[in-house]
């Protein structure tokens, strides 16, 4: 079946940092790759995607690359910030049509220290 | 654009009680989903709609009802409020990619 697994946390880094998420999936067919983040007390936001084999998805300094040959998606931030310190989900999509269901991973707990 | 509404953003209930979490959106999104959020079992979907008129269970639908009479509204009702079923819930929707977009969340405690 589909799932996603992440590293589990929590990870905590000092402020500007170089952070490693790592995300890896099972999935049939080609699925689609998502990462969200869930600031303390609030609902998720998706932070970056990416659709295809080789598609690197960023925003607000987070990277991540859909590798199919490892079937990872690890997330990356060069330098990362006190105000990052938040939850990160992993998802995944295969879905057809209007069915848009998303595979979860657990989450992973961010706290960076200035 | 409001988004994904959800209210109220907090609710304590007497085991046995009934009540109906709201949840709306202004996006046109065909998709909506509803899901529980407990701490160390990530997020677990109860029930989705793929559009108006149309619902399906997801991973823990027992003891929760929705429908979907409207493209913009997705209530979750708790037919007899159990302690198991405290929880922080979060309403979602859908655009034609997939992204998924969240309500803030209702924390519900069940005594």
């Known amino acids: 079946g589909n799932s996603v697994t992440q590293m589990e946390g929590p990870v905590t880094l000092s402020e500007e940092a170089f952070l490693t998420i790592n995300c890896t999936y099972t999935?049939?067919?080609?699925?689609?790759l998502f990462w969200y983040v869930q600031y303390p007390g609030e609902g998720l936001q998706l932070l970056l995607k990416?659709?295809?084999a080789d598609d690197k998805g960023s925003n607000k300094g987070f990277e991540a690359t859909y590798r199919k040959e490892t079937t990872s998606f690890h997330l990356e931030k060069g330098s990362v910030q006190v105000s990052d310190s938040a939850v990160y989900f992993c998802?995944?999509?295969?879905?057809?049509?209007?069915?848009?269901?998303?595979?979860w991973g657990l989450g992973t707990s961010l706290a960076v220290n200035p | 654009n409001a988004g994904v509404t959800q209210t109220p953003k907090f609710q304590v209930l007497k085991t046995g009680q009934s009540m109906t979490l709201q949840c709306a959106q202004d996006?046109?999104?065909?998709?909506m989903s509803w899901y529980r959020q407990d701490p160390g079992m990530g997020l677990r979907l109860i029930h989705y709609?793929?559009?108006?008129?149309?619902?399906d269970q997801g991973e823990v639908p027992n003891g929760y009802n929705v429908s979907r009479s409207t493209t913009e509204d997705f209530p979750l009702r708790l037919l007899s409020a159990a302690p198991s079923q405290t929880s922080v819930y979060f309403c979602?929707?859908?655009?034609?990619?997939?992204?998924?977009?969240f309500g803030p969340g209702t924390r519900l405690t069940v005594l």
């Open positions: 979602a929707s859908s655009d034609q990619a997939g992204s998924q977009f």
């Open positions: 996006m046109n999104h065909e998709y």
């Open positions: 709609s793929v559009g108006a008129g149309i619902t």
């Open positions: 999935a049939t067919g080609y699925p689609s």
């Open positions: 990416a659709t295809k």
């Open positions: 998802a995944l999509s295969v879905s057809p049509g209007n069915n848009r269901k998303l595979i």
